[in-house]
């Protein structure tokens, strides 16, 4: 910035001296007598000062001065007067009072800031001059504004107990002016009006006196001023709870009836139950006691007394009494008469009795007889007059007593046309088991025990209701014959398939096989396939499919579409199929949109680690939800002796192509450690879409730091990216042992059975039906509302090409309800169709003109 010259000071000076006189010369008259008095008796009065200013980054401040009365303002910078050119000024009058008011402003830029060096800041004022004098302003100073990056001071992450006091320190970076700080959590700004959360502005720590678990979260140091705006590391704030003993239950019943025994009483860590990391319960969840349980005592009888004297009526009488010992403490009570009565004649002394008492009482009873059979002929009469179809066909306790066992009998020729059919296992044994892996009774555990009964079956010659079959079902099958129609069910999936190399298609199920090929059947297969699809919304196409070799598969029919070849009926997890054609088969979806999901069964299982008698290893599975994949995971989970730790439970993986995480939360620091870099594990998406080999697992190693340290609590979290999450929580003692649990018949999804156990309809019962509902009658009973009443009307050309469409109807029946076996729901709908009299539909006839 320039300064005024020696000349220029003379020159102004003179300006001035001249400044005074030439006024008052020329205000003459009574407007310049006026302007005179006003500005002779006033010093300039500053307006608006200079304040001090930041110059952020290059940009040049401006600073301002503002006076009246006022003939000239300069401003003065370092004590150095600003040259009269950068000055920029402008002038009006107060047309209040009449005097003039001046207004001048300057630039200040970075480089002039930068270039002074002396012992304060940079500073201007301003100098307003009138008749009577001077005046100045305040001085404004002018500083480089800035902040520094790093913080002086980051706040650090710290686990708290549930009402403890959080503090967290924070000091910001250096800068100009100084910074101003607020805290963030979770990316939300921090309210301090909430109560227990209090902010020391003056070091700008966030104290919080009384820690709630809502305060666990990710606390951020945020500094700011005119220039930038930094932020401090993230803090993660624990608030952790440690665990507490419920009240000890009451002690349980003695374990024994006589003698001694034991009694128990238990309590669990859920008072509160350990959160966040909390340490777990001291102390022993069960206590055990010894008790002594007085054993009961059985009666037993006395010693006879001895005969009394014979009777008037030719009779003697002789007693005993139950106190040989008396029953105590529940005991059982003495077994049979207390007092004994004996003709004491040998049969020679006899009693008259009149007899017309007798003739009375069997003349009643005659009576009451007759009366009853006639009002059951009146009833069985108006029952048959109301059905044509028999009073056995609506009874469902008729329907329930038809059912046969069909004995399987092994044939001793062997066929080129089965895989190994030189193994004869013995299949005359009235034993039968269910697929898949679904316990019923001891004699299915014993079952599963010999092997040979999943190996590959030998021939096997089943005698129909017309057709001989000659059939081998393999180890991925099992078939239930009724009359001609076989049931086939998948036991496992361990087939390594692929339907394109590249199509966006894949298998929604297992392949399921019943032949062998070329067997000719007179009516269709009815056969069962588990999917694991989400058929809830429309997103799939789903596609039945045939393998034809090596790892070719050709289409037989979509399962939306009509056909007279084949029928399809889906619902939410299997899928109904009518075949008539021998072969492997299986359901392949196509997703529509990134929408379509399949469902995923996830487990948890846990084991020590035999390798560290430390160590404990938690493993989580990720299959397809079918029934037969999931219990491949038991087997394999009881051969190494691990144990369910959870419920599993359902996920739907939507076809988005995002990758399934999981991650283990909420390990108990203080008790255990996991190795580094482990606590989350990733399937890719194809890994998880395509999966239709070995079940997807994961699994984590956790070590305890002692061998008093029994329990486990944490979480596993499945999530799929911006997707669905599902939570597994562990809480478990790894020094308890116990096998893998089998799941009942009702945990199955898809189960089948054969035997004597097989859900089927009573042969007579199925053929009367046929008979009745394959010819239309006058009354418009037909095979068409059966299926309709039956809740199996689509498709109905399919039908009308079989040689006995009710027939085939009641087989899909029979695959709908093999779980349930709900015969009454068939008793109910031929009840219904007795009471209807409607026209004959004419469908059947538009459905074969159309073939």
């Known amino acids: 910035m320039g300064q005024f010259s020696g000349g220029y000071y003379l020159t102004f000076s003179i300006f001035v001296l001249l400044g005074l006189r030439v006024p008052a010369t020329l205000a003459r008259g009574p407007r310049g007598e006026a302007l005179q008095h006003g500005q002779s008796g006033t010093l300039p009065h500053f307006l608006e000062e200079p304040v001090d200013a930041y ?89 480089i504004a ?186 059982r009570l003495c077994d049979g008469v ?33 009366t009853v059979v006639l009002l059951i002929v009146a009833v069985t009469l108006y029952r048959r007059s109301q059905s044509e179809y028999g009073v056995d066909v609506i009874d469902s306790s008729a329907l329930t007593g038809g059912f046969q066992s069909f004995s399987f009998k092994t044939s001793r020729q062997a066929n080129p046309l089965l895989i190994n059919s030189s193994l004869q296992p013995d299949l005359t044994v009235s034993r039968t088991y269910t697929s898949p892996m679904c316990f019923q009774d001891s ?24 057709t001989e079959l000659s059939r081998k079902l393999i180890s991925v099958g099992i078939g239930v014959l009724h ?144 029934p037969h994949a999931f219990q491949e995971v038991a087997v394999g989970e009881r051969s190494r002796g691990g144990r369910l730790l959870e419920e599993p439970k359902i996920m739907l993986f939507r076809g988005n192509t995002f990758s399934l995480q999981v991650s283990i939360q909420d390990v108990p620091q203080l008790l255990w450690s996991i190795k580094p870099f482990t606590t989350c594990q990733e399937f890719s998406f194809s890994q998880v879409w395509a999966s239709n080999q070995r079940p997807l697992q994961c699994a984590f190693s956790l070590e305890r730091y002692s061998h008093s340290s029994s329990q486990l609590s944490c979480k596993i979290s499945i999530r799929q990216v911006t997707g669905e999450e599902q939570i597994l929580q562990v809480y478990t003692s790894v020094n308890e042992k116990g096998p893998v649990p089998f799941f009942t018949q009702s945990d199955c999804t898809i189960t089948s059975q054969t035997g004597s156990r097989a859900f089927k309809i009573p042969l007579s019962i199925r053929q009367r039906i046929s008979a009745t509902f394959d010819t239309a009658n006058a009354n418009g009973k037909d095979w068409q509302l059966l299926a309709q009443k039956l809740h199996i009307d689509r498709n109905l050309c399919y039908f009308a090409c079989q040689e006995s469409p009710s027939s085939v109807i009641l087989s899909l029946w029979e695959a709908q309800h093999q779980d349930s076996g709900d015969l009454d729901s068939l008793a109910s709908a031929l009840e219904e169709i007795g009471k209807v009299q409607s026209p004959r539909s004419t469908d059947l006839i538009t459905c074969i003109h159309g073939l």
């Open 338 to 370: 207390a007092l004994a009565t004996d003709n004491c004649t040998g049969g020679l002394c006899t009693q008259s009795v009149e007899s017309s008492s007798d003739v009375a009482l069997y003349s009643g009873l005659a009576a009451g007889v007759v």
């Open 483 to 626: 009359s001609s129609v076989v049931t086939v069910r998948t036991i496992h999936l361990a087939l390594n398939l692929a339907v394109s190399e590249d199509g966006p298609e894949i298998f929604l199920s297992a392949a399921v096989m019943y032949g062998p090929p070329g067997l000719d059947l007179s009516c269709p297969i009815a056969m069962t396939i588990a999917h694991c699809a989400e058929v809830a919304a429309d997103n799939w196409t789903i596609r039945l499919k045939r393998h034809i070799q090596d790892n070719k598969w050709e289409e037989v029919m979509s399962v939306d579409e009509e056909s007279t070849s084949c029928y399809c009926l889906l619902e939410a997890q299997r899928c109904h199929v009518l075949l008539e054609h021998p072969g492997r088969y299986a359901l392949v979806g196509e997703p529509l949109n990134q929408e379509a999901a399949k469902r995923l069964r996830l487990a948890v299982f846990g084991s020590p680690d035999t390798s560290n008698s430390l160590g404990f290893t938690l493993r989580v599975y990720c299959v397809d939800d079918t």
């Open 146 to 331: 800035y902040l520094r990056k790093n913080f002086e001071q980051d706040p650090q992450g710290t686990e708290v107990p549930l009402n403890g006091m959080i503090v967290l320190h924070c000091r910001p970076p250096e800068g100009v002016p100084v910074a101003e700080v607020e805290w963030l959590k979770n990316e939300e700004p921090l309210s301090f009006d909430d109560d227990g959360v209090n902010d020391s502005r003056g070091d700008h720590n966030l104290i919080i006196s009384e820690a709630r678990l809502s305060d666990s979260g990710n606390y951020t140091c945020v500094a700011s001023n005119i220039v930038a705006k930094r932020r401090s590391a993230t803090a993660t704030v624990v608030v952790y709870v440690n665990g507490g003993w419920s009240s000890w239950t009451d002690w349980s019943p003695c374990n024994v009836r006589c003698g001694r025994g034991v009694q128990k009483r238990s309590r669990t860590c859920t008072n509160p139950a350990p959160l966040n990391g909390g340490a777990f319960c001291e102390g022993m969840s069960v206590q055990k006691s010894t008790c002594n349980t007085v054993c009961p005592v059985d009666g037993s009888w006395g010693e006879w007394s001895e005969w009394s004297l014979c009777s008037s009526e030719c009779e003697r009488q002789r007693s005993r009494e139950c106190t040989a010992p008396e029953p105590k403490h529940g005991g």
């Open 55 to 143: 110059i952020v980054k290059s940009n040049p401040i401006k600073l301002r001065c503002q006076a009246r009365p006022a003939l000239q303002i300069f401003f003065k910078c370092n004590g150095e007067w600003v040259h009269q050119s950068q000055h920029m000024s402008q002038e009006h009058t107060d047309l209040g009072t009449g005097l003039k008011i001046r207004e001048v402003m300057i630039n200040v830029s970075r480089q002039q800031v930068e270039d002074f060096h002396g012992p304060e800041d940079y500073w201007c004022l301003c100098v307003a001059w009138s008749h009577l004098g001077t005046s100045k302003s305040r001085k404004a100073t002018v500083r």
């Open 443 to 466: 004699i299915d555990k014993e079952l599963m025990a010999e092997r040979s009964l999943l190996d590959p079956l030998p021939d096997l010659k089943v005698k129909g209701e017309k």
